[in-house]
């Protein structure tokens, strides 16, 4: 491996779509994966569980276009995440950075001496409060060699799309030693192949979107206590909604608070119904709930 060819897959430019930009990253070291985050310290994330992209292939090798979809494939692939990218078919639009809800994927020079050694960039778009991804386009860089093969001279598209793609997750570059043989390494060597996600990547989108193998449908079975307490048309409601669909739904926990919640809530109203100390406590808990999802927001 010779150190003046590793080049940097870098860089992910996060964009913010409402105040200045953010570059934040949190470490998840603990877990062998990093995810970007908020100077709020929310996680960044897609509001649905899927993103779709376009291709523009203009400027790729032969079969750079099927490289990108095995890519996005590898990822749908990790059964204990139920994130899938959708392949929306062939664009020659080249407006590539922007905020317009389009993502995409295509080929160009990167100008400028902070590209000199960038082999390829996703700008991605969030809102600041939120955390919620709007837009992300990649693109390689063509002032480096590009192919499809095992061509020792040249990098790696699968390999280079694979990275990419999970900056379009929300997750960061690692740079650390024992992180090489991860998708998310920063750098890369000509001829290098990583097509293949390791266990800590596998984790790093598992942590972001949860799920996969078993449901995550939340089964609404009886009325909810909240609304029981505060009276149906409480502004609070609201921040309660986003709080449950927001956050606790985006992990397993938090998904098995809420199913519980639902479960039980007809014993729960029973409860508060016999005591009033119980109500005040239950409104209390209710509105502190609230306000912490409004300071969030
Ligand atoms: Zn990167």
Redesign the pocket.
Same mark, same amino acid.
């Given at each position: 491996m010779s150190v003046n060819n590793n080049q940097?897959?870098?860089?992910?430019a996060l964009l913010c779509t409402c105040s200045v930009l953010v570059l934040w990253s949190c470490s998840e070291n603990a877990h062998g994966f990093q995810v970007s985050k908020t100077d709020g310290g929310l996680a960044i994330r897609w509001p649905t569980t899927s993103a779709g992209f376009y291709i523009n292939p203009a400027g790729a090798p032969s079969a750079g276009l099927s490289a990108i979809q095995a890519a996005m494939q590898t990822w749908i692939n990790v059964t204990t995440s139920n994130f899938s990218f959708v392949y929306k078919g062939q664009t020659s639009s080249t407006s590539f950075g922007q905020n317009d809800g389009s993502n995409m994927v295509c080929f160009g020079a990167l100008v400028g001496a902070q590209y000199d050694s960038t082999l390829?960039v996703?700008t991605i778009f969030f809102n600041g409060q939120t955390g919620l991804l709007s837009d992300s386009d990649i693109k390689f860089n063509t002032n480096f060699t590009w192919a499809t093969g095992n061509s020792p001279d040249a990098y790696d598209v699968q390999t280079i799309a694979l #990275?990419?793609l999970? #900056?379009a997750l929300a997750l @960061? @570059?690692l740079y650390e030693s024992g992180d090489t043989a991860k998708v998310?390494y920063?750098y890369c060597d000509p001829g290098e192949i990583k097509r293949f996600l390791s266990q800590d990547d596998m984790d790093g989108i598992t942590y972001l979107y949860p799920g996969g193998g078993t449901t995550t449908t939340t089964t609404i079975t009886g009325s909810c206590p909240a609304e029981f307490v505060l009276g149906q048309d409480h502004p609070d409601l609201q921040q309660l909604r986003s709080l449950r669909d927001g956050l606790l739904s985006r992990s397993v926990v938090g998904h098995r608070i809420i199913q519980m919640y639902y479960n039980n809530s007809d014993s729960i109203n029973a409860a508060i119904e016999r005591s009033p100390v119980l109500r005040d406590a239950a409104r209390s808990f209710f509105e502190t709930a609230a306000l912490v999802m409004v300071k969030k927001q």
């Open positions: 940097p897959l870098r860089c992910i390829a996703n #990275h990419e999970g #900056h @960061d @570059d998310m920063g």
